[in-house]
Nanobody
Framework: QLQASGGGLVQAGGSLRPSCAAS????????MAWFRQAPGKEREFVAA????????SYTDSVKGRFTISRDKLKNTMYLQMNSLKPEDTAVYYC????????????????????WGQGTQVTVSS
């Protein structure tokens, strides 16, 4: 029900824009987020956006470089990634929570009910 795509291989300083297409449910009312998992590391929060599309949250390491957005008509979420660094290399997963999470809960992956299959992002130095 969540399909992530748009990853790839890019040089440091480059940009990518993964997307997450939702189907089968009214995800427009859900909180959605991106998480990532690098080799040998635990999955970590990257960014989230509440149903309104106005409230967003980012992990400190991507602030000012990444922008999360959503298109409710297309039922699709995006992650614009600029100024990419080798440490951004990971599998990026999109997720959706079946209700509108409060801001303090946006980073808790346990609260997300639906997950996409992941898209690989590789940044070369």
């Amino acid at each position: 029900q969540l399909q992530a795509s748009g990853g790839g291989l890019v040089q440091a300083g480059g940009s990518l824009r993964p997307s997450c297409a939702a189907s089968g449910r009214a995800f427009s009312s859900y909180t959605m987020a991106w998480f990532r998992q690098a080799p040998g590391k635990e999955r970590e929060f990257v960014a989230a956006i509440r149903w309104s599309g106005i409230t967003t949250s980012y992990t400190d390491s991507v602030k000012g470089r990444f922008t999360i957005s959503r298109d409710k008509l297309k039922n699709t979420m995006y992650l614009q990634m600029n100024s990419l660094k080798p440490e951004d290399t990971a599998v990026y997963y999109c997720a959706a929570a079946a209700y509108n999470l409060i801001v303090s809960a946006l980073r808790d992956e346990r609260l997300y009910d639906y997950w996409g299959q992941g898209t690989q992002v590789t940044v070369s130095s």
